[in-house]
């Protein structure tokens, strides 16, 4: 069964202090992977698409890595304002343009 | 700056009442989804256009939910009758291949039925 699990399901961090969020998935023929940044009370905001693994992406803070069977989620030195719910989601062969969804890495950031 | 939009924003409605839910795709997008997010189940995917043309709403229960794009501008979700079990936040989506296939989210629709 096409399945995509993140871990773990709540994070707290101290700021300044890195750690990574981690989406395991289990499809038939991963096409693409996303991370997704979901503020409460609002819709999941798009961060990075990674198509093959071995390919890594940046903005800011975050950096998302892919392998053969996961993606993580690289937060560097994080703030306050890196509080968010972080999503995953893959799209994979046979699925056009459908997404699985993670349920998501809540992460909080305490000054 | 493109953005998707739903409307209304919140909708709280009795048992056995119609609700529609509206959004208006980025321009230029050719993929639209509808969503449903509760605590429990997180994101469902309920169904999806491409071209105006629905390619899957097997998310969908059937009976009561309908979904639509009039136009390529509009796109509809209708529940008739809605129940309790529909309080949910709906969110719409919206995409392109040229885009490389990720979605842009609206704001979401909260539904409360009572």
Redesign the interface.
């Known amino acids: 069964e096409d399945q995509v699990t993140q871990s773990p399901e709540a994070l707290r961090l101290q700021e300044g202090e890195s750690s990574s969020l981690n989406c395991s998935y289990t499809v038939s023929g991963l096409r693409g992977l996303f991370w997704y940044r979901q503020d409460p009370g609002k819709g999941p905001e798009f961060l990075f698409t990674l198509y093959s693994a071995g390919e890594e992406k940046e903005k800011e803070r975050l950096k998302a890595t892919l392998t053969k069977k996961e993606s993580f989620l690289h937060i560097t030195a994080p703030k306050p304002e890196d509080s968010a719910t972080y999503l995953c989601a893959v799209w994979f062969s046979g699925g056009y343009n459908k997404l699985i969804f993670g349920a998501g890495t809540r992460l909080a950031v305490h000054p | 700056d493109a953005r998707?939009t739903q409307t209304p924003r919140h909708k709280v409605t009795e048992m056995g009442q119609e609700v529609t839910m509206r959004c208006q795709p980025i321009l230029g997008h050719n993929?639209v989804?509808w969503y449903r997010q509760t605590m429990m189940q997180?994101?469902e995917?309920l169904a999806?256009f491409?071209n105006r043309a629905p390619?899957?709403d097997s998310g969908m229960p059937k009976d009561r939910f309908s979904a639509e794009m009039p136009d390529a501008t509009l796109a509809t979700l209708k529940i008739q009758p809605s129940e309790p079990r529909d309080s949910a936040v709906y969110?719409c989506?919206s995409?392109s291949?040229q885009g490389?296939?990720?979605?842009?989210?609206?704001?979401?629709t909260r539904l409360t039925v009572t």
């Open positions: 998707v993929t989804f997180g994101l995917l999806y491409r390619l899957d969110f989506a995409g291949r490389g296939h990720e979605q842009y989210f609206g704001p979401g």
